[in-house]
């Protein structure tokens, strides 16, 4: 029989093992960036449907960090989905308890942090996020929106309902010029989501002034 000693051991041997496969795991420039990010999170804005989630989560095994999704979140916290607290009790009770939420998340970076949809148009969420992270908006164009919605019943989504293509215009022009306000831009589009979290980490090491690797050079033949 292993006793509870030798059992400890061996699980944070294991542990230990883990973290360094880990730490291996993740390329020299990534870890730059999470040293340049400190305590901030990447933050991903956008219209529903731009991919934050899973590109999100792709970008935080990229670095290393945890993934945190805010909708997700707020429904655990509340016991009921967004569409139910829609329907309970109204977008300014959501608004308000998302915003709360958000404020709380920003406190355990370095992560990466999917927001949702109208999250970024509340002003006190928009400082919390620059005091607290760096800013992508994931921007996609209608047509990309739209396709990617359909998949998803708009029950789902408290944002859409009525006429689909035509809110999605509307919230479009609403958010769009309050989106512009993130620290960066990078295009969701119709490519493997890898050649998108590529660009958000060109940027980013942009933003933080992190050099490039040298590219190595092949032998003459």
Do not use: C
Request: aromatic fraction near 4%.
């Amino acid at each position: 029989m292993v006793n509870g000693a030798s059992l400890g051991a061996r699980r944070n041997r294991n542990q230990m093992g883990e973290v360094a496969a880990h730490d291996a795991a993740v390329a020299p420039q990534e870890t730059a960036l999470v040293a340049a990010l400190g305590r901030r999170s990447v933050v991903l804005v956008g219209m529903m449907g731009a991919g934050k989630s899973s590109i999100g989560r792709r970008l935080a095994q990229r670095l290393g960090v945890s993934f945190v999704d805010a909708d997700a979140e707020i429904e655990a916290a509340a016991g009921m989905t967004i569409a139910e607290i829609f329907v309970s009790y109204g977008e300014p009770y959501f608004r308000s308890g998302e915003q709360r939420v958000i404020a709380r998340l920003l406190e355990g970076g370095p992560q990466v942090l999917a927001t949702g949809g109208g999250a970024y148009m509340n002003a006190e969420t928009r400082a919390a996020i620059a005091a607290k992270g760096i800013s992508i908006w994931l921007k996609a164009e209608f047509d990309v929106l739209m396709k990617r919605v359909k998949r998803r019943a708009t029950a789902d989504r408290p944002m859409l309902q009525g006429d689909p293509s035509q809110r999605i215009r509307q919230l479009m022009d609403e958010r769009y010029p309050v989106y512009a306000e993130a620290d960066m831009t990078v295009m969701s589009r119709d490519v493997a989501h890898d050649a998108i979290v590529n660009e958000i980490i060109a940027d980013l090491t942009g933003h933080f002034g992190i050099a490039m690797p040298p590219l190595t050079a092949q032998a003459a033949p």
